[in-house]
């Protein structure tokens, strides 16, 4: 078996799929790993520490692509919609492909994956159940944007997050309130309470309250019915306009009060619902500041501008794509770790690729096989018939 890593080629990504750790774990195994040079760079892992980890180093993309049974990405099609097109190219048919790919988002990716004869896995599919849990690649991702975020709300606020006792008098501590406590919310959370700010949070999610009680945030709660506002994967559902106009109406008085806000609310595959009304940012004090980690979605906040930094009404908006990649040492950590535990599910005792359709985490992610689209979501966004039930739902063979 040869896998193979290929350097990231979006702007501003920095992440590589797969570390040396993660590679020398396989190896000792008897895999075959085919790296491109440079792919780990940005990211702090040299060429020579792939190498020492058991790695062949490849002197170009066309190598790698052109050998490795199975690809491994951070943003494969679809997640990177600006270099990824060429790449197409080089796949062949029974190739196993395997990144973020934004399916939901970018349906299409499925059919012409499925149309070279790849075998794709959408590493954002990966289901919310326990035995899932170390390949979540979002809540591994998530987790560092929630911290990133609050960074970079610190360092363009004009004041300090804690409390400062000084001889120039008391400095109140900042207050910083967190727009959806999911994993970047969080961790958005913890960081800014552990940095001595005063923190607040809301989500629409009833279960959501323990969870910002557990990282020492104090909950916001709305009169507002949410018993419908969560689907069966843990995710937050899309909400109807009358509920987001009523709960910004409500919402426009604790902003009121705050000097940070962090937004991350988001709906897989949808537009990022607007939270934050231009009216609402109005009303916001002077020398505020919104960081809006739904920016690539569209953002939470109305005046959200992707990678810019705007600033209305004395208030600062940032938008920052990505966050993520802008700690690609550990991200790629966390990262490497969710390919390595990806790998004993898709490969069996003989390091054969082995796919078990039967299995719910293979038949979630797997959004591409055999020359079809597999995912039931993506045949009926693309307007595909259901596929017929198949006779052999333990696939596999090699690539």
Known sequence: ???????????????????PANVRFWTEKGVSFLVEAGAGSAAGHLDADYQEAGARIAANRAEVFGQAEILLQVQS????????????ELLRPGQVVAGLMDPLGHPEVAALLAERGVTAIAMELIPRISRAQAMDVLSSMATLAGYKGVLLGAVAANRIMPLMMTAAGTL???RVFVMGAGVAGLQACATAKRLGAVVEAYDVRPAAREQILSVGAKPVELPLETDQA?????????????????QRELMSEVLARQDLVITTASVPGARAPVLIT????????????IVDL???RGGNCELTRLNETVVEHGVTIL?????AATIPY????????????????ILDESLRIALDFEDEIIREIVIAHGGEVRHPRLRAALGLPELAPAGDRQEGGEA
Do not use: C
């Not at 099609?77 to 197409?88: K, M």
């Open 330 to 345: 550990h991200a790629s950590q966390m990262y490497g770790k969710n390919m390595e535990v990806l790998l004993s599910h």
């Open 319 to 323: 938008g920052p794509e990505n966050p």
């Open 77 to 88: 099609f679809g997640a990177n919609q600006v270099t990824a097109e060429p790449d197409l």
């Open 230 to 246: 969560e689907d069966k994967g843990g995710y937050a559902k899309a909400q109807s306009e009358e509920f987001l106009r009523r």
């Open 278 to 289: 231009a009216e609402m940012v109005r009303a916001m004090k002077p020398g505020s500041v």
């Open 294 to 296: 739904a920016a690539e």
């Open 172 to 174: 109140q501590p900042m």
């Open 1 to 19: 078996m040869l896998i193979g890593i290929p350097k990231e080629t979006k702007p501003r990504e920095h992440r590589v799929a797969m570390t």
